[in-house]
Every structure is written in C-alpha cells, then in structure tokens.
C-alpha cells in the first residue's frame, strides 16, 4: 500500500460506534469504503442537500455548522481525525443536517449509505451491535445538553474551551494547545453570542495567565485556573 492510500480499518477502530464489530465484520465494512481529499476551507456537504455518505476523518479538522435564516453560522462541532459525521447519517436516508467544511487539508474515508444498507442487509447481527452503542451516546448527549442549559456567557465559553482540551488538547513543553485555527467570530458562532462579547472573555483569561490565543488555536497555561474560573 503507497503512503496516499488508507487502510480503513485502521480508522474505523478508532470510531466508537464499530467497536463491537468482528474482524470479519469490519473487513466487510472496509470493502465498501472510499477515499477522498479536500483542501482547506472546502465544503464536504451543505446543510439541507441530499445525504449521500457519512464520513470519517483520517487526518485534518472539521466544523460543522448551520446557516439561520440572517445568514448567521451556529457552529456545531469540531471534528478531528477519528471522528464520524453526521452521527445521524447510518440510518435517516433524508437530508444533511449541516454543513461540513474543512479547516486544514484534510482526508476522509466515505461510507456510501446505500452500500452500507446493502452490508446491513447482508448482515443483520451488525444492526443490533450499533442500535446499542448508538444508544449510549444519545444519553451522552442528553447529559451535555443538560450541563449547558441555564449557563450564561462566560459559563458556555469556559465549557467550551475545557471541551477542546478534553478533545483536542496535546501536551507540549509543559504546555497544553489546542490546535484548531479559529478565529472570534468561530467561537462567538459556537457558544451562542457575540464576538466582542467572546473578545472579553479571552483578554480575561489572557490577563489572568489562563489561556493565550493565536492563529494554530489555544494555549492553555492552567487547565486547573480554567476548570475553577466560572467561580471567580
């Protein structure tokens, strides 16, 4: 195998989803895969066109968001190598729920969902082992959704900034970064206000020794001043 092609099952490891599967379901799994490259910025899918794959990240980043009606992103998530999107994809044959574009250059394996009913089809015992890990994580995100309401402003940004060290925090010279290049108005999108409100609370986190910002993403000084900072 040349250093352009992937190995899917390697990836497919990685998403929690599959876990349960045997190698000879996952290799079956693997065989209906296919590879594709996007540059940065680029669109994966829109919000509303016609679903046609779910994706899994091999390398690169990922945000989701959607469009309202004054042309106002909400961002969703954040997604980086390992995860699947859309989490609802495997079984509604409808529409995207967002839209998906790339932050960096990145690669994705595509999982065709009319491939992927025929597999199922083929091997019915595979449904019952994802119905059940599917499950799991709806209660997961009832729990999320749970902690975020009622939070103000400054609640919501430290949640979210503690979520991406949780996701995609690396430790390098003693110092926690989140390497995700976003710019205010992002993090304004994906908590739900505005960016001069978001421009205060990272000049407060940034006065205080917290957190410091630049153009690869975050650096996280004292995760512990972090986790306590709503208490200030």
């Not at 996007?38 to 990922?62: D, M, P, Q, W």
């Not at 421009?199 to 020794?209: C, D, F, M, V």
Request: aromatic share 6%; charged share 25%; hydrophobic share 40%.
């Amino acid at each position: 195998m040349n250093e352009n092609n992937i190995d899917p099952g390697v990836i497919l490891r990685q998403v929690p989803l599959f876990r349960d599967l045997s190698d000879g379901e996952m290799e079956g799994l693997c065989r209906i895969m296919i590879q594709r490259s996007y540059r940065k910025k680029a669109i994966v899918f829109t919000e509303g066109s016609e679903k046609e794959a779910v994706y899994f990240i091999h390398n690169g980043l990922i945000k989701t968001y959607k469009t309202d009606e004054n042309g106002h992103q909400q961002i969703v998530s954040f997604l980086k190598t390992g995860d699947m999107f859309p989490h609802t994809g495997l079984f509604h044959a409808n529409h995207y729920p967002a839209t998906a574009e790339t932050i960096v250059p990145t690669t994705l394996l595509a999982m065709p969902i009319k491939h992927f009913e025929v597999f199922l089809s083929n091997t019915p015992g595979i449904a019952v082992k994802l119905l059940r890990v599917m499950s799991e994580k709806i209660l997961e995100l009832q729990g999320k959704l749970q902690e975020l309401t009622g939070q103000d402003v400054q609640n919501r940004g430290q949640l979210f900034l503690l979520k991406l060290a949780e996701t995609n925090g690396k430790v390098k010279s003693g110092k926690l970064l989140i390497e995700i290049p976003m710019t205010h108005q992002d993090i304004a999108n994906a908590i739900g206000t505005t960016r001069e409100t978001v421009n205060r609370l990272l000049n407060q986190l940034r006065k205080e020794g917290i957190v410091e910002t630049d153009r690869s993403g975050f650096v996280i000084h004292d995760i512990e001043a972090l986790r306590h900072w709503r208490e200030h």
